[in-house]
């Protein structure tokens, strides 16, 4: 079973910032939060990752809470592309990536 | 730079058969994983091949199998298909010198069991 869970769906409006929360209180210290997104008919894409800091890069940020076992996934300007599958995994470096049933995030215009 | 390459694209076959799913990993890449997605669920690890050997697996039985080939390509073989193997078939692949795990995702292969 995954080790995270994220809502099931979201809709977000183009030009707007949208906030993807994951929750993973079982996180070992060892592993890293991962995020992943697949859009229809396509294998997933590897979004970001971070272990314990804040990360950012050029296609969204993301915020883990102190205590590791939240995070929120930002993608800071949503276009129409952006509508897919968002997946919150934690993995350590090398292993699976167990996938949960993720958030469909729906942008429009 | 060609990335993750699966073939066939589609497969149809009929329950009881086997069938054998192929994948070229991205250039530079040494270690391919199969996951298995139904329709409307996340994907699912079936298991992992590094070094031409299966490193970890998934809760997966054992009609599904697979192999690695010394130029880093692999195949998924399942055997006796069951309606519930209808599903998309990832490959991805990795660098051995990432610091962290960024799979590389093909296309998929979509099989159809009837």
């Known amino acids: 079973d995954a080790k995270t869970t994220q809502p099931p769906s979201m809709d977000c409006a183009e030009g707007r910032a949208a906030n993807l929360p994951c929750n993973h209180s079982?996180?070992?210290?060892?592993?890293?939060v991962y995020w992943y997104r697949q859009i229809h008919s396509q294998g997933p894409q590897y979004i970001i990752h971070g272990l314990k800091n804040n990360e950012t890069n050029e296609m969204a940020s993301l915020i883990i809470t102190e205590d590791r076992k939240s995070s929120t996934l930002i993608l800071p300007h949503a276009t129409l592309r952006d509508t897919a599958v968002y997946y919150c995994?934690?993995?350590?470096?090398?292993?699976?990536?167990?996938f949960g049933a993720g958030t469909q995030v729906v942008v429009t215009p | 730079d060609a990335g993750v390459t699966q073939s066939p694209t589609h497969l149809i076959k009929t329950r009881g058969q086997q069938v054998t799913l192929r994948c070229s990993p991205k250039s530079g890449h040494d270690t391919v994983s199969w996951y298995q997605q139904a329709l409307g669920q996340g994907p699912q690890f079936i298991f992992q091949y590094y070094e031409e050997e299966e490193r970890q697996r998934g809760n997966f039985p054992d009609r599904f199998s697979g192999h690695q080939f010394p130029n880093y390509s692999s195949e998924l073989n399942v055997n006796a298909l069951l309606l519930g193997d209808s599903a998309l078939y990832l490959c991805a692949s990795r660098t051995p010198s990432a610091s962290y795990n960024e799979q590389f995702f093909g296309p998929g292969t979509r099989l159809t069991v009837l």
């Open positions: 995994i934690v993995s350590d470096s090398w292993g699976k990536l167990q």
């Open positions: 079982t996180i070992s210290g060892n592993e890293y």
